[in-house]
């Protein structure tokens, strides 16, 4: 209901910038004098002065609990000053020329008018259809997660944010194949529950084992690592386990790319990632299950 409500205040700010367009092209065209007035003048002076007031309040409390109704009612209270201030000015000036200031005073508030309101709509929709996390909140879970002993690393980190407080994370933590379950079940329940706590995410951490007493596993781990590095720096990997066979070696691994990589690209370093393995043994055979970052 939070961005239904605010994209609902971004299409009526919308329609009150194209009416004070229409009817400021209207005033151009078929001019009137203005009427200059103290009473008003000072009347409309106090009222920019609440609005400005409003503004300030609506964008501190918007930015404090993340809303983006309240800076929606921020940018509605800045249109609102901005057009006050613009009937301020065309009063006190529409007496001294002949031109008709009040109507070109119009089109430029309305367009800076249904130009908050498009702002504010794409925010709304941004969120509705999905963006990336902040990453100042993707490196705080990060950390809290790794503080955690027993937990080696992580990946396939998930952020969804349905509005204000209402965010929730998933997460694949390593573990050493070895240790003992029972305890790395405690420690991810109170690092859950810790998360939860003193950030306000809704977490889920799914355990994977993976093996850290394989010196050729950690090693062919190494010369991956080395390889997708000189490819490209931005790529990393996990889940990583070897299988063997009697003629060959099946290199297994889920590779992460960034979210703009194309099809093409991703096809293009998987098959780079192959052939500079066979070129370090023949037996070495990629098998590679291609991620897409979500957080980066």
Not at 15 to 40: A, N, Q, T, Y
Not at 253 to 263: G, N, Q, R, S
Not at 267 to 293: C, F, G, H, W
């Amino acid at each position: 209901m939070e961005y239904i409500a605010s994209f609902l205040v971004a299409c009526i700010i919308f329609i009150v910038g194209f009416e004070l367009l229409r009817s400021s092209i209207d005033k151009i065209l078929h001019p009137e004098p203005v009427r200059f007035s103290v009473v008003l003048v000072v009347i409309l002076s106090l009222s920019l002065l609440v609005k400005l007031w409003m503004f300030s309040y609506n964008r501190y409390m918007g930015k404090q609990i993340d809303s983006t109704v309240l800076r929606a009612a921020a940018s509605d209270s800045l249109n609102d000053v901005a057009a006050t201030a613009a009937v301020i000015v065309a009063t006190v000036v529409g007496n001294f020329v002949a031109f008709p200031i009040d109507g070109i005073m119009g089109v430029l508030v309305s367009v800076l008018i249904m130009r908050s309101g498009f702002q504010i709509a794409k925010e709304v929709a941004d969120r509705l259809l999905g963006q990336r996390p902040d990453p100042a909140l993707v490196k705080e879970l990060s950390d809290r997660i790794l503080s955690y002993d027993g937990i080696i690393g992580i990946h396939d980190m998930i952020v969804h944010n349905y509005g204000p407080g209402r965010n929730f994370a998933s997460v694949h933590a390593e573990v050493s194949d070895d240790c003992d379950i029972i305890k790395i079940h405690e420690i991810i329940d109170a690092a859950e529950q810790a998360i939860f706590r003193e950030t306000g995410v809704a977490m889920v951490i799914h355990m994977d084992p993976v093996s850290l007493n394989s010196p050729e596993t950690q090693e062919l781990k190494k010369l991956v690592a080395q390889i997708i590095s000189e490819i490209d720096p931005s790529l990393t990997i996990h889940d990583f386990r070897i299988t063997k066979g009697q003629s060959r070696i099946n290199v297994i691994f889920d590779l992460v790319v960034p979210i703009e990589a194309t099809p093409a690209r991703r096809k293009e370093i998987t098959t780079q990632i192959a052939e500079r393995l066979r070129a370090a043994d023949p037996r070495y055979t990629a098998v590679i299950q291609v991620d897409t970052s979500f957080v980066s």
